[in-house]
């Protein structure tokens, strides 16, 4: 082992760089609910919230029921002139792959509102589980927690819903529009979307894998 | 929070910063101890990248708008309709929320997106009226609003799976659907590309001149 380079003495461990601005701060710890802020850029550092975890992992679970639920049970149905016809989050998906070239898209929508958000789900158990048992951390749960962080902005489930909310008021005139059990869960899958956004301390997380 | 010194940033401590996870490292330092990220002290080639995204990103937003979104067929008669000729067939039909809706999202915010991030990344470059602050305020926006965009792809994927009706009425997606996913992707790229601790070192640097 060779000795670190010592730039400016203090231990690099106990110190933040905030990812917008550069600025580098000793870190604090601040009590639950309280909120340590760039004082450069007014970036949000950390933001620890008391049990976070086990509202994380409680919040992931019911995400990946709600979506493998949601996307097989119909979503929203159709009636005109009697006929009807009822669609899952799948066959919206799908809805593209009859379309010749534009066929991608069927993946790039089954990916973006079902697959990520699910996998995104499955990492915050895979990364948080242990940690809020007291264990070690998983194997490559740091890798596992990078990618949960990199896919935020591709999981676009609750921007789904408000697409279903628009293609309502469009096809009204048309036909008689029924809602089916898996709009309201894909309703109850924005808020949950919302919230575990809202609970996640990033920096709290990194701690916890660091040991 | 305690300030280490006065306010310095890692470069100016000869450190660098992990964009991922907020650890500093000894400059040089090539991957993250802690999660794995690659480190920069500035992301390479950031600026190219952005522009890079850009342009391809308006490229697709032309035939995105050129060809048809939807194509509608029923008993009577069959349409195809482009982004905006659909948002003012809602007007016309009174649906003046839902117009508005769809004008916002795919012709005011993507174009929106494309002026602030050329403003952004020129004003890396040359200088910029606006404060750090308000820049920075701007590049959360536009990564904030960026995914959104995307509801109208998804309108068309319900649309086209729902309204299957046999000859009664039946809605199939077009061209256009691709061409304006395309384009979302692209400048959602080019935002990610962004550095924006660029923003500050020209800030910096024009408070020590």
Same mark, same amino acid.
């Given at each position: 082992m060779t000795p670190a380079p010592q730039a400016i003495g203090p ?19 601040p009590g639950p609910g309280e909120r340590a802020v760039c004082a ?145 869960m894909f309703a109850a899958l924005v808020v949950l979307v919302v ?17 | ?14 450190? @660098? =910063? ?8 000894? $400059? ?5 101890? /802690?999660? !794995?990220?690659? %480190? ?66 795919? @012709? =005011? ?8 991030? $050329? ?5 890396? /470059?040359? !200088?910029?009226? %606006? ?77 020590? $001149?």
């Amino acid at each position: 082992m060779t000795p670190a380079p010592q730039a400016i003495g203090p231990d690099l461990t106990a110190m933040i760089a905030c990812p917008r601005c550069d600025a580098v701060y000793r870190a604090v710890q601040p009590g639950p609910g309280e909120r340590a802020v760039c004082a450069c850029c007014k970036t949000v550092l950390i933001a620890p919230r008391r049990r976070a975890g086990q509202q994380l992992i409680a919040v992931a679970v019911a995400v990946v029921v709600l979506v493998v639920a949601a996307t097989l049970a119909p979503f929203l149905a159709i009636e005109v002139a009697g006929r009807s016809n009822a669609s899952s989050v799948l066959d919206a998906a799908l809805a593209f792959a009859a379309a010749g070239p534009v066929a991608i898209l069927a993946l790039a929508v089954a990916a973006l509102i079902v697959f990520i958000p699910v996998l995104r789900a499955l990492l915050v158990i895979y990364v948080l589980g242990p940690v809020v048992l007291d264990r070690p951390p998983a194997p490559h749960a740091a890798a596992a927690f990078r990618l949960s962080e990199e896919l935020r902005p591709w999981s676009m489930a609750e921007i789904f819903v408000i697409g279903c909310a628009i293609a309502l008021v469009k096809i009204a005139d048309l036909a008689q529009v029924h809602f089916g059990p898996a709009f309201w869960m894909f309703a109850a899958l924005v808020v949950l979307v919302v919230v575990q956004d809202g609970f996640m301390c990033r920096y709290s997380v990194w701690k916890s894998l660091e040991r | 929070m305690e300030i280490a010194g006065t306010l310095r940033t890692a470069r100016e401590m000869g450190l @660098v =910063a992990c964009t991922s996870c907020t650890r500093v490292w000894p $400059a040089g330092t090539e991957r993250c101890g /802690r999660c !794995g990220h690659r %480190l920069h002290t500035r992301a390479p080639l950031a600026l190219q990248r952005v522009w890079a995204w850009w342009l391809v990103g308006v490229i697709a937003y032309v035939p995105a708008n050129l060809y048809p979104m939807l194509s509608t067929r029923t008993l009577v008669a069959s349409q195809e309709a482009t982004i905006i000729g659909g948002a003012v067939d809602l007007a016309r039909h009174g649906n003046w929320g839902i117009a508005l809706v769809i004008l916002t999202a795919s @012709v =005011a915010i993507p174009l929106g997106k494309f002026l602030a991030i $050329a403003m952004l990344a020129l004003g890396v /470059r040359h !200088g910029s009226a %606006l404060t750090g602050s308000r820049r920075q305020q701007l590049y959360q926006v536009v990564e904030y609003i960026g995914r959104w965009s995307m509801i109208d792809v998804f309108v068309v994927a319900i649309l086209a799976s729902l309204v299957q009706l046999g000859a009664v009425a039946s809605v199939s997606p077009g061209p256009a659907s691709l061409f304006f996913a395309l384009s979302v992707i692209f400048t959602m790229l080019s935002a990610q590309s962004f550095d924006s601790r660029l923003i500050w070192d020209a800030e910096r640097e024009g408070r020590r $001149a």
